[in-house]
């Protein structure tokens, strides 16, 4: 069974500085998600990352996947207080998409 | 404007009482999904399908029910056998041309309550 962990699980940030956001799953795939969730909202797409090596950034957000060691990262450079939110990874297992449980991430003043 | 549609936003549910969650897409994506999110955890897939007049079980679909009977729609019922239904139910559905997923677009969510 495909297994998704993300980490950490809570994040608190100064405004202003860098973070990564871990994900690893179980089984081979090349075919990951990020989205973003606001609090009592629905989930936006941030990126898809459809192949080994993919790098893609969308302002201070950068994802990248390594589907050799089966891990996908979402770096925040100089983090701003609307970057606050939750962030989820999902992978692609033909059937459906399975999702880690979540990074609850808060950047303060 | 093309997207997914759920209604209703807020829903309450007696003890004992059958409740259907609507959900609609204009995108022409084939496959339709079922979550359930929980406060403060990740997605759990409830039904799938990947098709019309074919849908399967996800990994908490007990005490749930669906069809497809068009390409545009998914509706879920929850019924009595839930023990637990309040929770927030997203919909969601995707493109496939062979094995790519473009990854999938979401509804704005049902908040379910049991009063």
């Known amino acids: 069974e495909l297994k998704v962990e993300q980490n950490p699980l809570f994040l608190s940030m100064q405004e202003g500085k860098n973070y990564t956001i871990y994900c690893n799953y179980s089984?081979?795939?090349?075919?990951l998600y990020w989205y973003r969730q606001d609090p009592g909202k629905s989930l936006e797409s941030l990126f898809v990352?459809?192949?080994?090596?993919a790098v893609k950034q969308e302002g201070r957000l950068m994802a990248s996947l390594d589907t050799k060691a089966r891990l996908s990262t979402l770096h925040i450079t100089a983090a701003v207080h609307d970057l606050s939110a939750t962030y989820f990874c999902?992978?692609?297992?033909?059937?459906?998409?399975?999702f880690g449980a979540g990074t609850r991430l808060t950047v303060k003043p | 404007d093309g997207g997914i549609t759920q209604s209703p936003k807020y829903l309450f549910r007696k003890e004992g009482q059958n409740v259907t969650l609507s959900c609609e897409q204009n995108l022409n994506h084939d496959a339709m999904y079922w979550y359930r999110q929980d406060p403060g955890q990740g997605l759990r897939l409830i039904y799938y399908?990947?098709?019309?007049?074919?849908?399967q079980k996800g990994d908490i679909a007990e005490g749930y029910s669906v069809s497809r009977e068009k390409k545009e729609s998914f509706p879920l019922t929850v019924t009595s056998a839930q023990k637990n239904p309040t929770a927030f139910y997203l919909c969601?559905?995707?493109?496939?041309?062979?094995?790519?997923?473009?990854?999938?677009?979401f509804g704005s969510g049902t908040r379910l309550t049991v009063v």
């Open positions: 969601a559905s995707s493109i496939k041309e062979g094995r790519e997923n473009y990854g999938y677009t």
């Open positions: 999902a992978v692609d297992s033909n059937n459906d998409m399975r």
């Open positions: 990352l459809l192949s080994n090596g």
């Open positions: 399908s990947q098709i019309v007049n074919d849908f």
């Open positions: 089984t081979t795939s090349d075919r």
